[in-house]
């Protein structure tokens, strides 16, 4: 089993530029999540999939967008970045809600300059 | 709203000295208190989940406790592998599927 993987590992972009970070898992976990981390300010939840079909907002949401693509895959993407999204971001899965162990990917480093 | 706090920010400690990470929380409802390690440049390594106040688990030289307001990270005896950033995170009964994390504890141990 591979886990959580992510893809880029790193990206460079020029502001209003847009990309999309690819998420995938192969243990059958139900709900999905995407976190950013930044210095001094801890990871934050940008949106989650309780499971495949539906997507909510977590806590920093503005200026993402989110696709459950199947079972397996969770992208994020940002439409037009901007330097305050320069971070880096965290997929992770857990088997079906909140009192499971989330697994996390091995993240995906973006600088928006 | 569902709140974690860690402390200290910072630990160094030297090879063999005993010490404890602390996690202070506020949550309606907890359905789960989780403790991870960070390495740099990597995700989140799960170590253990809490349910319960009274609850310990233990691994190798690390064992966590939780009382109803607080959790905390014993390490015995560490090695300079033990340095880390420990993360602890909630899960609270209304806020379904986000973890609240703190903003953890940078652990150096020198040999």
Known sequence: NAGVTQT???????TGQSMTLQCAQDMNHNSMYWYRQDPGMGLRLIYYSASEGTTDKGEVPNGYNVSRLNKREFSLRLESAAPSQTSVYFCASTLTGPSDTQYFGPGTRLTVL | ??????????????EGESSSLNCSYTVSGLRGLFWYRQDPGKGPEFLFTLYSAGEEKEKERLK?????????????????????????????????????????TILTVHP
């Open chain 2, 64 to 104: 966590a406790t939780l009382t109803k307001k607080e959790s905390f990270l014993h390490i015995t005896a560490p090695k300079p592998e033990d340095s880390a950033t420990y993360l602890c995170a909630v899960a609270g009964g209304t806020s379904y599927g986000k973890l609240t994390f703190g903003q953890g």
């Open chain 2, 1 to 14: 709203e569902d709140q974690v706090t860690q402390s200290p920010e910072a630990l160094r400690l030297q």
């Open chain 1, 8 to 14: 880029p590992k790193f990206q460079v972009l020029k």
